[in-house]
């Protein structure tokens, strides 16, 4: 083998694991969700760690779940513990007995890891203790903690300019190890802080600012329980964020309409068996959606538009009957100039465009017309294309012509992916912070902070493949594996002088590394956090604004872990000879942190009190109260194009996407169960009609390639699965084909990687 294949290997290992293929399946959750969750967490954590964890997993007395972001119900919570089969997984993935020590890394070479792929890298256990990769070294050998602080101290000491530093951060972190770590970074002198949200709900985040004044979804779990209509846009929750079925389910039984669009007929919309109700077990069947619209990747914004046109010219016939003329005159700006540039839209056009016929788009159009309570929800289908941002204000367009925004059963909904990705962004882990922000971390910590805009993630990668940064600094996530273009970002990383991974489980990044590399192991939410001989807590903000606290339970696996906020203090006190901020009092009890946030950001008034009720409490949210913080305190209308992007005759338009068995780039097992997919994840699905063009047969072996901005990409060895897709699209799971996903392909406005948007041919392996 050469060299050059030797490195390929190291960053996506291509073996094939056997397929075996069943039925897609007519319902999600039911007893083998239940039977499937016990079993990993039982297998994984013993049936005593495993079951204390999994009754206080959402608990009001537990601890959040390191899954999604999906709000927890505000009253009565389930006896039968208030997780889903994909939450268990992640406290079974999390609560693991196994541990990794100096002996482990003794025996595996980094190399021989790197051959291993992601599901087997994810069994081996927790981290036990902090690692070292000297320059040059083949093993990782134990550090003490002191040294390894000191290490990074000096190397960030060493730089000529702060901003060759990046500090990264996953949305696991907790309110109170975010809020330090960015303050750190920033006493340090630099807003290099990209985070995953950048290739997640940046669109999100994006296009509701700018219209509607607030980052964030306007909707609380109640509304889902009023509303008259809920849309779900580019988002698989019997996967992903299962809790949503039942509130789905709950919205059905109080008579709501639910309306699904997604390419794939994703089994978890399609119909639920609630596992925490004896009708559940017994797998009596709901079904969820009422239409189903399997729109071309990427034909949403057709779609919105075509709608949209419906319904003008229904409010022309009936003026003010269809459209809410009284909020739209109160509420928001430029409506005229948006309903010209409707009304001269052509239908067949959009109907072409976004793959749906125009009888169907006219039988949404009939359910929405005399409806006024309409949530939009959506994820990654919709942010992860170029004209995501626009999309997702085309969405906007139709809630604002219904009045559908700031009422009780009405509203946006980003449904977020990581626990606490959310509560990140507004403790200040934000690359683009606000003069407003600065200016309060100014006032209270007595320093002045960074005005310069720093990297985000794609402008991270680049700037470590141009050299301009020898510094990376991971608080959790897998930087290599969930970033794009996995060639071109293995070879940035490689160009730092330090890669740190603050991390709980061993993942790729550690093993594609910069001259030297750090692991530092830390606590996880399951695990019990003491400081000072008293127990802590840390808090997190769900999809819809509540914050809560969150308290883990289980004696961690080695004494040796540390908490992330700990961490950023003692790095800091490494760092710094002297600073404005007491670090240490933060040592003391976390109490303490709180209180700084309190003071630096609004919204946490009184937040030791509140963080200790139980349920914890809403962060204000101005559309909720119908309000819009624009400079012109009006909702925006705006107008936008349809693009639709020119595939030629041998190219498809792939989605990158999740199994039901991985959480992002942790691989809990091989089968994707709702979509009949078992034991591989090398798979591409396919359109029958697409394959017989192509002379390709279910089962056959394939390369995959793209070629965008003139580079050849290629992913070796899928096996070809018939599926019920649209004609020209194509799907297969992340992270195996993020080295397709190419670094300058981005949504305009977020940056945020084009990963559903991915134009690639095919080759057969002879
Ligand atoms: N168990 C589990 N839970 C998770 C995660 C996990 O990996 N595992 N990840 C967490 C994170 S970080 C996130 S962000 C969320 C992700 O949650 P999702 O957004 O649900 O995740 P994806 O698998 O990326 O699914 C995208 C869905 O959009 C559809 N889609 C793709 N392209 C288009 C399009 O152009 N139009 C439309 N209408 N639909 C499209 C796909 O068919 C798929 O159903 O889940 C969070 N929760
Ligand atoms: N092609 C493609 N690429 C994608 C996506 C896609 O849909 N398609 N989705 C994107 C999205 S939505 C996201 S959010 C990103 C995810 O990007 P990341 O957040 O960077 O990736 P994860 O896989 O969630 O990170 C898993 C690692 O986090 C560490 N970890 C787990 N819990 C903790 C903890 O409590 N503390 C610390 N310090 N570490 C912890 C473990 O070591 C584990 O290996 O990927 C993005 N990449
Ligand atoms: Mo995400």
Request: proline share 4%.
């Amino acid at each position: 083998m050469d060299d050059k294949q030797q490195t390929n290997g190291a960053e996506n290992p291509e073996k094939l694991t056997g397929l075996k293929k069943g039925r897609i399946k007519k319902n999600a959750a039911g007893i083998p969700a239940v039977v499937n969750s016990l079993q990993q967490v039982f297998s994984e954590a013993g049936v005593i760690r495993g079951s204390k964890a999994l009754l206080k997993l959402n608990q009001k007395d537990g601890f959040d779940c390191p899954s999604c972001a999906w709000p927890d119900p505000d009253d009565e919570r389930s006896g039968l513990g208030e997780y889903c089969e994909n939450g268990a997984k992640a406290v079974a993935e999390e609560a693991t007995a196994k541990k990794l020590e100096a002996d482990f890394f003794a025996v595996h070479s980094v190399d021989s890891l790197a051959a291993l792929s992601d599901f087997e890298i994810g069994r081996k256990g927790r981290i036990a203790q902090p690692m070292y990769l000297p320059k040059g070294a083949t093993h990782y050998q134990p550090i003490t903690w002191e040294a390894a602080f000191n290490k990074i101290a000096t190397h960030l000491n060493a730089l000529s300019s702060p901003d060759e530093a990046i500090f990264y951060t996953s949305g696991r972190t907790s309110n109170e190890a975010a809020f330090l770590y960015q303050l750190f970074v920033r006493a340090y002198g630099t807003n290099n802080l990209p985070d995953c949200s950048n290739m997640c709900h940046e669109s999100s985040g994006t296009a509701l600012n700018e219209t509607l004044g607030i980052g964030k979804g306007s909707v609380t779990l109640d509304d889902f329980y009023k509303a008259e209509v809920v849309i779900v846009m580019g988002q698989n929750p019997g996967t992903n964020h299962p809790r949503m079925l039942s509130a789905l389910q709950k919205a059905k039984a109080n008579g709501c309409t639910i309306i699904s669009v997604n390419p794939l007929p994703e089994t978890g919309l399609m119909g639920f068996s609630h596992p925490q109700t004896m009708k559940g077990l017994l797998q009596i069947n709901t079904a969820l959606t009422d239409i189903f619209l399997q729109v071309k990747i990427n034909g949403d914004l057709a779609l919105l538009q075509a709608i949209e046109y419906f319904l003008l010219q229904e409010e022309k016939n009936q003026p003010g009957k269809v459209f809410d003329q009284h909020f739209i005159y109160e509420h928001t700006q430029d409506y005229i100039s948006f309903i010209e540039h409707i009304d001269k839209l052509n239908l067949e056009q959009l109907s072409s465009a976004s793959g749906i016929s125009i009888e169907q788009i006219q039988e949404v159009a009939a359910v929405l017309k005399d409806k006024n309570k309409i949530i939009v929800c959506w994820a990654m289908g919709l942010t992860q294309h170029k004209n995501a941002v626009v999309t997702i204000q085309e969405i906007v367009n139709l809630l604002l012509l219904k009045g559908s925004i700031g009422k009780p059963g009405a509203g946006t909904c980003p449904v977020r992916g990581h626990s606490n990705v959310q509560g990140d962004r507004t403790m200040g882990i934000f690359e683009r912070p606000s003069k407003a922000f600065l200016d309060s971390i100014e006032r209270n910590f007595h320093f002045k902070p960074p005005q310069a805009h720093g990297y985000d993630t794609v402008e991270a990668i680049n700037a470590m493949h141009q050299k301009k940064v020898s510094v990376f600094f991971a608080m959790g996530g897998n930087f290599l594996s969930a970033t794009p273009d996995t060639l071109y970002t293995a070879a940035a990383l490689r160009n730092c002088k330090l890669t740190v991974q603050v991390s709980t489980k061993l993942n790729r990044s550690h093993l594609v590394h910069g001259e030297e590399a750090l692991i530092l192991p830390c606590l996880g939410r399951s695990d019990k956090d003491r400081l000072n001989g008293e127990d802590q807590f840390v808090s997190c903000e769900n999809s819809m604004g509540v914050v809560q606290a969150s308290k883990g339970m289980l004696v961690p696996v080695s004494r040796q872990l540390m908490s992330e906020p700990a961490i950023v203090c003692y790095l800091a006190k490494a760092t710094f000879s002297s600073s404005k901020v007491n670090w240490d009092k933060y040592l003391q009890h976390y109490d303490h942190i709180r209180n700084d946030i309190e003071k630096t950001i609004p919204g946490f008034d009184q937040y030791n009190e509140r963080i200790r009720i139980p349920g914890g409490f809403y962060l204000p949210n101005a559309n909720r109260q119908g309000k819009f913080s624009t400079a012109s305190e009006k909702a925006h209308f705006t107008i936008s194009t349809v693009e639709e992007i020119k595939l030629a005759a041998d190219e498809l338009l792939m989605m990158t996407i999740r199994s039901h068995d991985q959480f992002n780039t942790t691989i809990y097992g091989l089968d994707d169960r709702y979509r009949g997919i078992y034991n591989e994840r090398r798979v591409v699905l396919m359109n029958q009609a697409d394959m017989n063009e192509r002379n390709i047969n279910d089962g056959d072996i394939v390369d995959i390639y793209n070629h965008t901005g003139g580079i050849e990409r290629v992913a070796h060895t899928f096996i070809v699965v018939a599926y019920p897709i649209p004609a020209k699209c194509a799907a297969t799971y992340f992270p195996e084909t993020n080295v397709l996903v190419p670094v300058s392909s981005v949504a305009d406005k977020s940056n945020t990687p084009v990963s559903k948007g991915v134009i690639i041919t095919l080759k057969k392996q002879s």
